[in-house]
């Protein structure tokens, strides 16, 4: 299992062809995001547009911890600061 930290996936995120080689470079790896990489990923999104198209990417990789994908799944936030940032661009924040 190779882990990715926060600036490899936002390269990958952002189609940056060394990071992009690279990850096509590791084959059939089993890939995963730690939770403190999704929680700022999560954290970077402005819009409610950016936060599902976010989501969307997310899905092929392994979110190991406390079952993550739960965590950005629409009304189903469980920490704290995610239900704060959830909350502030359902009521508009960044548009």
Request: proline fraction near 6%; hydrophobic fraction near 40%.
């Amino acid at each position: 299992m190779i882990l990715l930290d926060t600036d490899i996936m936002i390269d990958i995120l952002r189609d940056y062809p060394p990071a992009v080689q690279w990850m096509q470079s590791l084959g059939d790896e089993n890939i995963a995001l730690p939770g403190f990489v999704v929680m700022e990923l999560i954290q970077g999104c402005e819009t409610k547009r950016e936060l599902t198209s976010l989501r969307k990417k997310l899905l092929p990789f392994n979110l190991p911890v406390c079952k993550l994908y739960s965590l950005i799944k629409k009304d189903r936030c469980k920490c704290l600061p995610f239900r704060r940032l959830h909350s502030a661009i359902q009521n508009g924040m960044g548009k």
